[in-house]
């Protein structure tokens, strides 16, 4: 009867999907030597490597999320775990994603950047420090389905204004109005 016992509490892997653990739960900012012009910070594998040291020192000043940059930084961790916590997958979907919408470039130089849907949802809930405690990271799987000719009209659309809205709050105008 103790070796039944003992049998039955195993987890039996055979049925069920094991998710391998989460490493990083934030990010830890560092200063970089190596960033392209035009990058703030770039995210590798749970490191946030700031062009400023006090970008780095704002990511690391405390135990929660409460700056932009951080949050920022922190989804696109969270979305390279929603990729079975792969940086190749993110960064190879990150360059393919940049690559598809470099037509863009003929609007303005940064729309490539921009309109990429990891881009587009770490943009959209920066300013919101929960988003990424709340569950998975995936929104950005709802903008792959935008063409580029809609991403087209709304990088005329963005880059048009004399005055450049906040590029969250164009996002929050442009998909409320999507969806009335």
């Not at 995936?138 to 991403?151: D, G, R, V, Y």
């Not at 450049?164 to 998909?175: A, N």
Request: aromatic share 18%.
């Amino acid at each position: 009867m103790q070796r039944y016992v003992k049998k039955m509490n195993k987890p039996n892997i055979y049925n069920k999907k094991i998710m391998k653990p989460s490493k990083f739960s934030t990010v830890i900012g560092k200063k970089a030597f190596f960033l392209f012009p035009k990058f703030d910070c770039l995210t590798w594998k749970g490191y946030a490597y700031c062009r400023t040291q006090e970008a780095a020192d704002r990511i690391n000043e405390s135990d929660k999320i409460d700056s932009r940059l951080e949050s920022h930084e922190t989804i696109h961790v969270r979305q390279a775990e929603s990729m079975n916590d792969s940086w190749f997958k993110f960064y190879l979907k990150y360059v393919r994603e940049w690559i598809c919408n470099l037509p863009l470039i003929f609007i303005n130089i940064n729309a490539p950047y921009y309109f990429m849907p990891i881009e587009m949802e770490a943009y959209l809930n920066q300013d919101d420090w929960t988003y990424c405690m709340k569950g998975a990271v995936n929104q950005w799987k709802e903008f792959e389905k935008l063409t580029l000719k809609e991403k087209r009209e709304m990088a005329k659309e963005y880059f048009s204004y004399e005055k450049k809205p906040y590029f969250t709050h164009f996002l929050l105008t442009k998909l409320m109005r999507t969806s009335n």
